[in-house]
Structure formats: C-alpha cells, structure tokens
C-alpha cells in the first residue's frame, strides 16, 4: 500500500552524529538570507527545530517577539529546551508538531521557517500552504534545503559516489526528495504563493581545513553505520553492512586528504505573504 502523501520520515534520526551536525548549526551560518527581515517584535514559528540552536539565535533576534520551535521528535525537543535555558531566553518555547497539520490558527505568525524539513516530507507543497496558511499577511515564509545532487568534492572518490547514490534511494524510499533545493522556488510557487512574491537564493557551506574535513567526513562516517539512516539503508534492501562500512572508510580517508574539499549547496526561498 502507498505511503499517504502527508508522511514525513526524517532519515537521519537523531543519533549523536547527527545531532553533532544540528547543534553546528546558527542563524549566521543556516539562516543568513532571512535575518535582514527579521524585527525586534516578531512572532516566529521554527519547523523541524530539532536541538534548536538556531531556534535559539532567532530569539535573540527578536527580544520583543516569542519564537515557537516545533519538531515531530519529542525526545530531541528536550535538548532544545536545554539549549534555550542554557542562553537564559525567556521568549521561546517548544512543542510537538506536523508540519503537514499545524496546530495554529490562520495569520499567528510573522515568519515561519524551515531549515533542512522539506527534503524529508511526503508533500512539501502541502507543507507550504501550512506554513502559509499560519503566516501573518505581510509575513514571511522562509525556506531553506541542501540539494545533494549539487554537493560536490575533491578529490574525486568512488566511495564517495557510493554514499551519494545510496543516500538518494534511501531518502526516496522514505518518501523524500534529496534534492529539494532546486525545486523549493516551484514548491512554493504551486503552494500559491504568487511569483513575484517569492526570492529565491542559494548559498553554500564549505569544509576544507583539517578541522572542517575532520568533523564533517567524522560525523558522516559514523552516521553510515550507527544511525536510523543506516537502519534504513540495510533494513530496506539499499546496502549491506559491509557495504556501509566501505562507505564509511571512505569519508574518513577523503578526510585525511590535505587537499580535501566539500561544498554543500543549498537552495533557499524568503515568500512574502500578501494581505
């Protein structure tokens, strides 16, 4: 029986070598293209919040406002908690949520954004009009996915060409779409978000210093074999262990190379709702 379109699987999980990779993350650093529209005053809606970090920055963002973060995991949104205590905020808080049938009611929010979500759902478009429904008019939804088919290294590796194919079939299999960042400017446009009311950027992330390359091939090698995005390669049929582990052997031999580099392309969308 087909999935229902509404299903979302988030294929990495939240192991600790994924959650390495979320609590990187910063407004400054996932998040750039939307900060020059944020206000002292704004009500903030952050889908797919996980650890929350960047939840976190957005509050600082706006200390006259309130930021809601909302994930469907409720076991990670108690290290988002954490977080928030930790920074001493007061304006944000947390709860379970689907991004497919979000529990607010129309034009709440000033901004509501997600960063890395659309790739893992079954109906991003239907996603898109959730988002846009709770948004306030004259506010914004803001968008932002990697597209794994435009990530790119050096040098070359067939390992790497390995993980690259695997990744896609395993996100497919769940229902999602890997290479959601070209597609997120169409996604909002069938949404019903008028053209001109939707910029679409792009910007990149880079590992390319011994520290870089360690910690981004470190966390990828050990996401391939202790992770559910492993479960999932090996329980759906996509890869066996030893296969995972010659993957894995290769990110850590591409992160040892001196002339390593990584470039990871995201695609990113700011939509203005109109009144």
Same mark, same amino acid.
């Given at each position: 029986?087909?999935?229902? &379109?509404?299903?979302?699987?988030? =294929? ?6 994924? @959650?390495?990779?979320?609590? #990187? ?8 293209? @939307? ?17 929350? =970090? ?26 988002? &908690? =954490? ?44 996603? /898109? ?33 390995? #993980?690259?194919? /695997? ?8 229902? +999602? ?6 597609? /997120? ?6 949404? +019903?978000?008028?053209?001109?009311? %939707?910029?679409? =950027?792009?910007?990149? #992330? ?9 910690? #981004?091939?470190? @966390?990828?090698?050990?996401?391939? /074999? *202790?992770?559910?995005?492993?479960? &999932? ?15 894995? *052997? ?13 470039? %990871? @392309?995201? +695609? ?8």
């Amino acid at each position: 029986m087909p999935k229902p &379109r509404e299903t979302a699987v988030y =294929t990495h999980g939240h192991h600790e070598s994924v @959650l390495r990779s979320h609590t #990187w993350r910063t407004a400054a650093n996932s998040a750039a293209y @939307l900060l020059g529209s944020l206000k002292p005053h704004m009500r903030v809606l952050d889908i797919g919040c996980g650890p929350g =970090t960047i939840t976190a920055d957005l509050a600082e963002l706006v200390p006259d406002g309130h930021v809601t973060g909302v994930d469907r995991a409720p076991g990670v949104l108690e290290r988002a &908690r =954490t977080t928030a205590a930790e920074r001493g905020l007061a304006n944000v808080d947390f709860a379970v949520a689907d991004v497919h049938t979000l529990d607010f009611p129309d034009d709440t929010f000033c901004v509501v954004h997600a960063h890395q979500v659309l790739q893992h759902v079954g109906d991003p478009v239907r996603a /898109l009009r959730e988002m846009r429904r709770v948004t306030r008019p004259g506010g914004y939804v803001a968008v932002r996915d990697a597209d794994y088919a435009a990530m790119t290294w050096y040098p070359a590796s067939p390992g790497l060409d390995t #993980w690259l194919d /695997l990744y896609h079939r395993v996100s497919r299999a769940n229902g +999602g779409e890997p290479d959601a960042g070209r597609r /997120l400017r169409s996604w909002a446009l069938a949404a +019903g978000f008028p053209a001109d009311a %939707v910029t679409a =950027t792009s910007a990149t #992330w880079t590992f390319a210093t011994p520290a870089e390359r360690a910690w #981004w091939s470190g @966390l990828w090698a050990d996401r391939t /074999l *202790a992770s559910a995005y492993a479960e &999932r390669a090996t329980g759906g049929g996509h890869a066996t262990e030893a296969e995972l582990r010659a993957v894995s *052997a290769a990110w850590r031999e591409w992160g040892e190379r001196e002339d390593g580099w990584f470039g %990871v @392309l995201h +695609g990113e969308i700011l939509c203005r709702k109109q009144a």
